[in-house]
């Protein structure tokens, strides 16, 4: 409280600030701690498969996270989709098991070798968190519903997973388990705004259809590049010349 020039108290603006920013905090935080275990569970299964599949190489890594999202994914009741699409994405899923995993003629380790082959995977994960964080922020400070703030904050994590994981891994291969985990948060997205219109139909395969092209055209591209350079990893792009 302040006095003016005519001696009246004038009320400060200060203090409604931070209150503001602790309670979207607070507000974001209790839309997860409200989930029973067993449905935090349900939905960091998932999540936490693709987590591996960042931070793990190799294609046996690849194949089996990929399948575990493929077991995992009639959990995730926030896709809002019916059972035929369901189908789909676990078919989706098992056949990028298949291919992320599969032996190629390829070579098994980059070709070229650098001092700081550290700094881009050092770099992208940087930039993928800070990403998230911004994300998660802005999530947190809009008046939403506790379950639309957990499936909105869940989308854009597992999008987030899929940016990390091209930025990370850097097989061309492999960057079908990326494109999936991008399907899987659009599709939580798509899901999201069809329920909240009147008329819309609750589902469309177009995300998954997309999602399938994306992995179709990533394997496509591959294949090419191995056969063509002997590498499939996206780093020995920059050093061979076909």
């Given amino acids: 409280m302040v006095r003016g020039g005519n001696g009246h108290p004038t009320p400060s603006l200060r203090p409604f600030r931070t209150p503001l920013r602790e309670e979207s905090r607070v507000h974001f935080i209790d839309a997860w701690a409200s989930l029973p275990p067993l449905d935090l ?62 032996v190629t003629a390829g070579a098994r380790r980059s070709l070229t070798t650098r001092l700081g082959g550290m700094e881009p995977g050092t770099v992208g994960l940087l930039i993928g968190a800070a ?40 097989h061309a291969l492999r960057a079908a388990v990326a494109f999936g985990a991008l399907g899987l948060g659009v599709q939580v997205l798509d899901g999201m705004a069809r329920a909240g219109e009147m008329g819309v139909a609750p589902s469309s395969p177009g995300v998954a259809l997309a999602t399938a092209v994306a992995v179709a055209m990533t394997v496509r591209l591959a294949g090419s590049r191995e056969r063509a350079a002997g590498t499939a990893w996206v780093t020995d792009a920059h050093d061979l010349r076909d």
Avoid at 47 to 54: I, N, Q, T, Y
Avoid at 135 to 159: C, G, H, K, M, N
Avoid at 161 to 168: I, P, T, V
């Fill in 41 to 102: 569970v349900r939905l960091l299964l998932p999540a936490g498969f693709l987590v591996l599949a960042v931070f793990l190489p190799g294609r046996g890594t690849a194949r089996l996270t990929a399948l575990g999202v493929a077991l995992c994914l009639p959990l995730v009741r926030e896709l809002e989709v019916p059972p035929r699409l369901l189908v789909t994405w676990v078919l989706l899923w098992i056949a990028i098991a298949w291919q992320a995993g599969r």
């Fill in 131 to 170: 990403l998230l964080a911004l994300l998660l922020a802005a999530v947190a400070r809009q008046d939403l519903a506790p379950e639309e703030t957990r499936r909105l904050a869940y989308a854009l994590f597992l999008i987030d997973l899929g940016l990390l994981h091209l930025m990370l891994r850097r």
